[in-house]
């Protein structure tokens, strides 16, 4: 599983875009890059997921670099909600029977406001 | 719908003494299953993950362990608790297939543990 590296800490405030970026200098062929969300005292929540380019949903956006050592992971317009850890994760989607997430510290997001 | 549910959601254990914390999931068959532990301010650490009734895999060597006695039970057991067990211990699943094309975990609410 290839190892990931990101800002420990953000700041931010509201209405702003927000970027995080992780690096993984060691990602394979199969792996796919996957960010989840993490609020005090619950479960991570995923967010979004691509193997290259660039992928939108109603959340977030993912922006993946022909060589694919690193992604950005874009908030548009946070609000204090968005205070969170946001971590990011690489595996291979289809990972055999045990599907395994290797989660790192993550990076801390603090909108003021 | 998938429903994961963790009990309890709060324990204070004295060190020495036994632990036990369940998670089952509803709505679904034959899923992944996997212990997460998290220290206050880290990330998570993966604990066991299970495939199917019985099956067990340890990623960290401690005393704590697993079981699965039923495909949507998974059971965190310990016979004697350390300080250092103290932190959130979440439990999630991941279905294969079609439920879970892009390679989602879903995360119960979690247990915080308290060891004195």
């Known amino acids: 599983l290839a190892k990931t590296t990101q800002p420990i800490s953000m700041d931010s405030y509201e209405g702003q875009e927000v970027n995080i970026t992780c690096s993984h200098n060691n990602i394979a062929t199969n792996d796919y890059i996957t960010w989840y969300q993490q609020f005090p005292s619950q479960g991570p929540r995923f967010i979004i997921q691509g193997y290259k380019t660039k992928v939108t949903n109603e959340v977030a956006s993912l922006f993946i670099p022909a060589d694919r050592k690193s992604s950005t992971l874009s908030l548009p317009r946070v609000s204090l909600s968005d205070t969170a850890v946001y971590y990011c994760l690489v595996g291979d989607l289809y990972g055999g029977a045990t599907n395994k997430l290797i989660f790192g510290t993550g990076t801390l997001l603090a909108v003021q406001p | 719908s998938q429903t994961i549910h963790q009990w309890p959601a709060t324990l204070v254990q004295p060190v020495g003494s036994p632990l036990s914390l369940e998670c089952t999931v509803e709505g679904t068959s034959n899923p992944n299953l996997y212990w997460y532990r998290q220290a206050a301010g880290r990330g998570l650490q993966l604990l066991f993950y299970s495939v199917g009734i019985g099956q067990i895999s340890s990623e960290v060597p401690q005393n704590l362990s697993a079981s699965r006695p039923q495909d949507r039970q998974f059971i965190l057991s310990s016979k004697k608790l350390l300080l250092s067990d103290s932190g959130f211990y979440l439990c999630?699943?991941?279905?294969?297939?079609?439920?879970?094309?892009?390679?989602?975990?879903?995360f119960g609410p979690g247990t915080r543990l308290t060891v004195l």
């Open positions: 999630a699943w991941r279905g294969l297939g079609r439920q879970s094309s892009y390679n989602e975990q879903f």
